[in-house]
């Protein structure tokens, strides 16, 4: 499986930017795929994951009720809408497959390469 994260950039504090992950190579729709982030001297975290299938979803306490994530299959996408940003929420954001949701929060497998996300205050 290969992922591709863009549609990073600059936003305010407040507005709204969405990522996209494309997928290519060997998929499966019962696979898990997710949002990560990893900001200069902290930890990387797990912000969102959900089936390639659609279904249930994890998002992290810090992000749950801004963020979105959600599955185009047919584009072999997923997106993470990015609302009502904070300057906290800036860091590099990678997206990430796994063959479950637990999988995926602790150890994916299967990386793309991050996108710089950063929130001006």
């Known amino acids: 499986v290969q992922l591709q994260a863009s549609g990073g950039g600059l936003v305010q504090a407040g507005g709204s930017l969405r990522l996209s992950c494309a997928a290519s190579?060997?998929?499966?729709?019962?696979?898990?795929v997710g949002w990560f982030r990893q900001a200069p001297g902290k930890e990387r975290e797990c912000v969102a994951g959900?089936?390639?299938?659609?279904?249930?979803?994890y998002y992290a306490d810090s992000v749950r009720g801004r963020f979105t994530i959600s599955t185009d299959n047919a584009k072999n996408t997923v997106y993470l809408q990015m609302d009502r940003v904070k300057p906290e929420d800036t860091a590099i954001y990678y997206c990430?497959?796994?063959?479950?949701?637990?999988?995926?929060?602790?150890?994916?497998?299967?990386w793309g390469r991050g996108t710089q996300v950063t929130v001006s205050s």
């Open positions: 959900i089936f390639w299938s659609g279904g249930s979803t």
């Open positions: 990430a497959s796994a063959k479950s949701i637990v999988e995926l929060i602790k150890t994916p497998p299967y």
């Open positions: 190579g060997r998929t499966f729709s019962t696979y898990a």
